[in-house]
C-alpha cells in the first residue's frame, strides 16, 4: 500500500536524482527490539511512565534486576532481566524489554465480548479502549503473552498501547526515544525486518551466536513488535518468551463454531417448539368427575 | 371423554383442587426462574455480539458484568434449595423407564399410551437433573471467571478452557429451559397455575401424575 503523503517528490537544492523518489512502503508500524544490544538501563520503562502520566509504583525485590516481576496496569513495560546457565556451563544474561506484541491476529480482540472496547488499526496497533471495557478480562484469555492487566479499582483492563497517541501525531513511541543504545528502532513493518535480518545475519557472521534469529510468530499471524534473539531456537529463556504463541484453541472454537451452533440451535429451537405447538397441540385434561359420587 | 349421554353443566361445579407445590416450593422455583432469565440474558450479551444490545437495555456492559456472578449465587441458592426439597422426587423410578421408552408418544401428545408417573414424569426429571448438574459446572467455571485477575499467570491456560465449558453449559441449560417454558405455558394448561397458586385440579393431578395423584389422595381410579 503505497503511504502517498511520505514520499519524496523533490528536495530543493539537490543535484542528481531525488533519493527514494517513488517509494512506496507499508502504513503498517513496527517496533524492534534487539535483545543483543539492550544493556537493561530501563530507560524506556520511564519513558513509558511519564509519557502515560503513570507514577512509579512499589516494587518486589527478587533478587535479580528486574524492576517488578510482572508488568502491570500502570506499568506497561518491563525489561526482564534472566540469568540463563548454558550447556557448557557458562552463563548468559539476558534482557528483554516485555510489552504488548500488537499481534496482527489479536487474541485480545478475538476474545472481547465489548463493543469497540479493543481496536485494531490499520498500521498494526492493537489499542484498548477503557471507556468501552466491561472488565470481564475475556482478553486476558485471549492473549498467549499474558500482556493485559486488570485495574480492580477501575475495573478495567490496561496495556502497552505502542503510544498509538504519539505514532498517530507521526512520533516514535517514548521507549523509542528514550533508548540510549540503539537497540530500540522503530518503522514500517518491512524496514524493522530487513533490518533484524541484517542484524541476524551480523551476529551469525561477527559473534558466536550462531543461532541468532528473529523473532515474529507466525502462530498470531506476525506481531507489531519483533525481537532479534542470540538464540531464536530457545525464546523462552528470555523470561518465558513463548516459542509458538496462538490464540488458544478453546478460543476459536468458542468464538467460532460454539457460537454458530448455539446461534442456530436457539433460532431453530425456538422455531422448533412453536412448531410442535401448531402440529400437536395442547394435552388435554381428562374430565371424570361423574365417576366420583 | 365419558361419551355419555347426560349433558353436565360442570362450570356450576367448582373442580376439586389438589395442592400440588407449596409456598416455599414455589417462592424457591420463581426467584430461580427470575434469576436464571436474568443469567440468559446477560450471558448471551457476553456470549455473542449480536446480542450485545442486551447489555444495553440492562444497564450497560460493566453493570451486566458486575451483577451476573451476583444473580449467579441467587440462581445457586435457589438451585439448593430446591434440590434439598425435590430430590427424593426425582429418584429415577421404572415407570420413568417405561415412561422413557413412550418419549415419542409423550411428544406427539397420544397420552393414552403413557404409563402413570410420580409426582413428576421422567422428563420433568432428566430436566432437573440436566439444570443441577449443569448449574454445579456453571457455578464452578462462574467463579473462575467472576475473578480471572486471581489466576497465576502460570496457569492462564486455563481460562480459555473455562470460558468454553462455561458457554457450552448454558447453551446445554437454554435447550432445556426454552423446553421446560414452553411445555408449562402451551402443552400442559394447568401446569402454570400448579406453580403460580400451587393448585391443581384433581382431573389435572390424575391425568398427568396419575401416581403422585392416588398417593396424595388415597383414591384408587
Avoid at chain 1, 394435552?283 to 368427575?289: M, N, P
Avoid at chain 2, 402413570?116 to 456453571?138: C, D, E, T
Wanted: aromatic share 12%; charged share 20%.
Amino acid at each position: 500500500m503505497s503511504n502517498g503523503p511520505l514520499e519524496i517528490k523533490a528536495i530543493s537544492g539537490h543535484s542528481g536524482p531525488v533519493p527514494g523518489q517513488g517509494v512506496s512502503r507499508d502504513y503498517d508500524v513496527c517496533k524492534l527490539v534487539d535483545t543483543t544490544t539492550c544493556i537493561g538501563c530501563k530507560a524506556c520503562e520511564v519513558a513509558c511512565l511519564e509519557w502515560n502520566g503513570y507514577e512509579f509504583r512499589e516494587t518486589t525485590f527478587d533478587n535479580t534486576y528486574q524492576t517488578m516481576p510482572d508488568t502491570a496496569w500502570n506499568f506497561w513495560n518491563l525489561i526482564r532481566f534472566n540469568e540463563h546457565e548454558n550447556s557448557d556451563g557458562t552463563i548468559s544474561w539476558l534482557m528483554r524489554k516485555d510489552q504488548c506484541m500488537h499481534c496482527e491476529d489479536p487474541g485480545c480482540l478475538a476474545a472481547c465480548p465489548a463493543e469497540g472496547a479493543i481496536v485494531q488499526y490499520q498500521n498494526g496497533i492493537v489499542d484498548f479502549n477503557q471507556a468501552n471495557c466491561i472488565g470481564c478480562q475475556y482478553c486476558v484469555t485471549g492473549c498467549p503473552f499474558d500482556i493485559p492487566k486488570f485495574n480492580s479499582v477501575t475495573k478495567k483492563v490496561y496495556k502497552c498501547t505502542l503510544c498509538s497517541d504519539r505514532v498517530g501525531a507521526g512520533l516514535e513511541p517514548a521507549c523509542i526515544k528514550a533508548c540510549p543504545t540503539g537497540c530500540l528502532h522503530f518503522g514500517s513493518k518491512d524496514d524493522m525486518k530487513a533490518l533484524a535480518n541484517k542484524r541476524v545475519d551480523q551476529l551469525k557472521a561477527n559473534t558466536s551466536y550462531k543461532d541468532a534469529g528473529v523473532y515474529d510468530p507466525d502462530g498470531v499471524g506476525g506481531t507489531h513488535v519483533i525481537y532479534v534473539l542470540h538464540d531464536a531456537k530457545n525464546p523462552e529463556k528470555y523470561g518465558g518468551l513463548p516459542a509458538d504463541p496462538r490464540v488458544p484453541l478453546m478460543v476459536r472454537l468458542w468464538k467460532g463454531p460454539l457460537k454458530w451452533l448455539g446461534g442456530m440451535g436457539m433460532i431453530f429451537g425456538v422455531l422448533g417448539v412453536f412448531m410442535h405447538r401448531v402440529k400437536y397441540g395442547p394435552k388435554h385434561v381428562d374430565r371424570v368427575e361423574e365417576k366420583r359420587p | 371423554m365419558s361419551g355419555g349421554a347426560v349433558v353436565r353443566p360442570s362450570v356450576a361445579v367448582p373442580e376439586e383442587q389438589v395442592i400440588r407445590y407449596t409456598f416455599p416450593e414455589r417462592v424457591g422455583h420463581w426467584i430461580n426462574g427470575i434469576a436464571y432469565t436474568y443469567l440468559l440474558a446477560t450471558g448471551l450479551a457476553l456470549f455473542t455480539p449480536h446480542m450485545y444490545w442486551l447489555a444495553a437495555v440492562l444497564g450497560g456492559g460493566p453493570t451486566i458484568r458486575f451483577w451476573h456472578p451476583w444473580m449467579g449465587v441467587l440462581y445457586m441458592i435457589t438451585i439448593f434449595w430446591m434440590h434439598s426439597t425435590w430430590k427424593k422426587d426425582m429418584v429415577t423410578t421404572a415407570e420413568d423407564r417405561e415412561w422413557q421408552k413412550h418419549m415419542k408418544d409423550y411428544v406427539e401428545n397420544r397420552d393414552d399410551k403413557m404409563p402413570p408417573q410420580h409426582r413428576f414424569n421422567a422428563g420433568q426429571k432428566q430436566f432437573w437433573w440436566v439444570m443441577f448438574y449443569a448449574s454445579l459446572i456453571l457455578l464452578l467455571t462462574g467463579i473462575v471467571m467472576w475473578f480471572p485477575e486471581e489466576v497465576p499467570p502460570g496457569v492462564h491456560w486455563v481460562l480459555p478452557i473455562v470460558v468454553f465449558i462455561h458457554s457450552a453449559t448454558a447453551l446445554i441449560t437454554i435447550a432445556g429451559f426454552l423446553i421446560h417454558v414452553y411445555m408449562s405455558v402451551f402443552v400442559t394448561p394447568g401446569s402454570m397455575k400448579g406453580m403460580l397458586d400451587g393448585q391443581v385440579s384433581a382431573d389435572w393431578a390424575r391425568t398427568h401424575h396419575r401416581l403422585w395423584y392416588e398417593k396424595i389422595t388415597g383414591r384408587r381410579k
